[in-house]
């Protein structure tokens, strides 16, 4: 799924490909992607409306329209937004006023949008824990102190931070040299304080690659990202640790996949 860079990526070309644009029609070849209002409401609210902004928050893309309205879009599992799209496969295409196609693809059709009056009162939203850049320090420290649950699932509950999933979360404790299965408040100070740093560190350095294109995450050019290359454990089961060649262990953690070398990771 993607996750922090890769939306913020999205956001990005997006601004760059459709901002000042107006959406002239939408039409939706598969209903099941729109959870509300209803699909004619959901046309109807579209048509004509230009795209004033377009915002994420954590992994959730929100293109705020010059009728007041915003289109909130997450993409889940399989979802892509490409333009200048093609049509083909597409759930939903928006036709936009420079003649060209915002393409809505979803594979597996977990995506999911909105067309909201205020998408702030999404239930979603409200739910979502700090961006990570807006965390501070202090507060980190504090919620680590009173979590006895792993810190792998943890960095990767929404309400505590938002914005990171599976391969960041692996990728994130590798730089920290922090095993996965670890107790939050078991860490020591100077173990938080390298995970602080190595959230930011590895969020940045992945959206200055474009993402990371496991599965089905593209860019808005259709375009995969460039920081595969650069995972050291995630996906890399087996393989020697681009540090010390020691295996990379992989584990289940709540039904995910998390991976790990044994020996640089304490
Ligand atoms: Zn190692």
């Given at each position: 799924?993607?996750?922090?860079?890769?939306?913020?990526?999205?956001?990005?070309?997006?601004?760059?490909?459709?901002?000042?644009?107006?959406?002239?029609?939408?039409?939706?070849?598969?209903?099941?992607?729109?959870?509300?209002?209803?699909?004619?409401?959901?046309?109807?609210?579209?048509?004509?409306?230009?795209?004033?902004?377009?915002?994420?928050?954590?992994?959730?893309?929100?293109?705020?329209?010059?009728?007041?309205?915003?289109?909130?879009?997450?993409?889940?599992?399989?979802?892509?937004?490409?333009?200048?799209g093609s049509g083909k496969q597409s759930?939903?295409?928006?036709?936009?006023?420079?003649?060209?196609?915002?393409?809505?693809?979803?594979?597996?059709?977990?995506?999911?949008?909105?067309?909201?009056?205020?998408?702030?009162?999404?239930?979603?939203?409200?739910?979502?824990?700090?961006?990570?850049?807006?965390?501070?320090?202090?507060?980190?420290?504090?919620?680590?102190?009173?979590?006895?649950?792993?810190?792998?699932?943890?960095?990767?509950?929404?309400?505590?931070?938002?914005?990171?999933?599976?391969?960041?979360?692996?990728?994130?404790?590798?730089?920290?040299?922090?095993?996965?299965?670890?107790?939050?408040?078991?860490?020591?100070?100077?173990?938080?304080?390298?995970?602080f740093k190595a959230i930011n560190d590895?969020?940045?350095?992945?959206?200055?690659?474009?993402?990371?294109?496991?599965?089905?995450?593209?860019?808005?050019?259709?375009?995969?990202?460039?920081?595969?290359?650069?995972?050291?454990?995630?996906?890399?089961?087996?393989?020697?640790?681009?540090?010390?060649?020691?295996?990379?262990?992989?584990?289940?953690?709540?039904?995910?996949?998390?991976?790990?070398?044994?020996?640089?990771?304490?």
């Amino acid at each position: 799924m993607p996750e922090l860079p890769e939306v913020e990526t999205i956001k990005r070309d997006l601004e760059k490909a459709i901002l000042g644009k107006k959406i002239t029609e939408a039409c939706v070849h598969n209903p099941k992607v729109i959870r509300e209002p209803g699909v004619a409401a959901f046309k109807k609210g579209l048509e004509g409306a230009a795209i004033k902004e377009i915002l994420r928050k954590a992994k959730v893309l929100i293109l705020e329209l010059s009728n007041g309205k915003s289109l909130v879009v997450h993409l889940k599992m399989t979802g892509q937004l490409v333009y200048p799209g093609s049509g083909k496969q597409s759930r939903v295409v928006f036709h936009l006023s420079d003649g060209k196609t915002l393409d809505f693809n979803d594979q597996r059709l977990f995506g999911e949008l909105r067309l909201l009056d205020d998408w702030r009162s999404l239930k979603f939203i409200q739910g979502l824990g700090p961006e990570p850049a807006d965390l501070t320090w202090q507060q980190f420290r504090a919620i680590l102190h009173k979590k006895k649950t792993a810190i792998k699932p943890l960095l990767m509950d929404q309400t505590f931070i938002s914005g990171i999933g599976n391969i960041y979360a692996s990728e994130i404790l590798f730089r920290a040299k922090i095993r996965p299965e670890r107790r939050a408040n078991e860490l020591r100070d100077k173990e938080k304080r390298l995970l602080f740093k190595a959230i930011n560190d590895i969020l940045n350095a992945a959206i200055l690659h474009a993402g990371s294109s496991v599965d089905d995450y593209v860019r808005v050019s259709g375009k995969k990202g460039g920081y595969v290359k650069y995972h050291r454990v995630y996906d890399r089961q087996g393989k020697p640790c681009l540090v010390c060649k020691t295996k990379i262990k992989k584990i289940s953690q709540g039904g995910r996949g998390t991976y790990f070398c044994s020996k640089c990771q304490k």
